[in-house]
Antibody, heavy 120, light 113 residues
Framework: QVQLQESGPGLVKPSQTLSLTCTVSGGSINSDSFYWTWIRQPAGKGLEWIGRIYTSGSTNYNPSLKSRLTISIDTSNNQFSLILTSVTAADTAVYFC????????????WGQGTTVTVSS | DIVMTQSPDSLAVSLGERATINCKSSQSVLYTSNNKNYLAWYQQKPRQPPKLLINWASTRESGVPDRFSGSGSGTDFTLTISSLQAEDVAVYFCQQYYSTPITFGQGTRLEIK
């Protein structure tokens, strides 16, 4: 049973960099069958797709975040990561990592989510 | 970007009654080469991540009760819960995966009347 777990600081100062890691357990991240995805959800609001990475390292980013965003993959540690620069209060949200079935395009395994607050 | 619009924003239904949630996309999510609609439905309960219920507009994920069904094609889709149970109280989201960026509807909050 594959499980995903997000980790990273819960508080980031405005203009600084947000860094999160998702650790995959119970299965290999090095699979052609999946994309590894980040999604966020501001409190009480809807879901925003941030972007995804394939095992090869190829990425798709949301254009609204692309200039500030890097998603990377570390197959040796079964992890993938998100870096978002120049954060503002608008980046405050619960951040989820998820596994996207590449044959379908839907997220069928999710982490529990981690809350990130941008505040001085 | 494909804009997904759900209706209603919230819905109260009596236990055992039918609940219907609508989702409209700003452009067709039907891929004509394989005749598949790139549309999914998720359920999100408080303090939990979303759970995938349905993909390809009408295919239930393994383990999802058969009271949940999806229908529609092109730009108009519906999630139906045939007989509402207490555990179905949640927010429901539609999602298109026809093109990136992947986009979600704003969510429909389902409550017990």
């Amino acid at each position: 049973q594959v499980q995903l777990q997000e980790s990273g600081p819960g508080l980031v100062k405005p203009s600084q960099t947000l860094s999160l890691t998702c650790t995959v357990s119970g299965g290999s991240i090095n699979s052609d069958s999946f994309y590894w995805t980040w999604i966020r959800q501001p409190a009480g609001k809807g879901l925003e797709w941030i972007g995804r990475i394939y095992t090869s390292g190829s990425t798709n980013y949301n254009p609204s975040l692309k200039s500030r965003l890097t998603i990377s993959i570390d197959t040796s540690n079964n992890q993938f990561s998100l870096i978002l620069t120049s954060v503002t209060a608008a980046d405050t949200a619960v951040y989820f990592c998820a596994r996207d079935d590449a044959a379908v395009g839907t997220m069928n395994v999710w982490g529990q989510g981690t809350t990130v607050t941008v505040s001085s | 970007d494909i804009v997904m619009t759900q209706s209603p924003d919230s819905l109260a239904v009596s236990l055992g009654e039918r609940a219907t949630i609508n989702c409209k996309s700003s452009q067709s999510v039907l891929y004509t080469s394989n005749n598949k609609n790139y549309l999914a439905w998720y359920q999100q309960k408080p303090r939990q991540p979303p759970k995938l219920l349905i993909n390809w507009a009408s295919t239930r994920e393994s383990g999802v009760p058969d009271r949940f069904s999806g229908s529609g094609s092109g730009t108009d889709f519906t999630l139906t819960i045939s007989s509402l149970q207490a555990e179905d109280v949640a927010v429901y989201f539609c999602q298109q995966y026809y093109s990136t960026p992947i986009t979600f509807g704003q969510g429909t909050r389902l409550e017990i009347k």
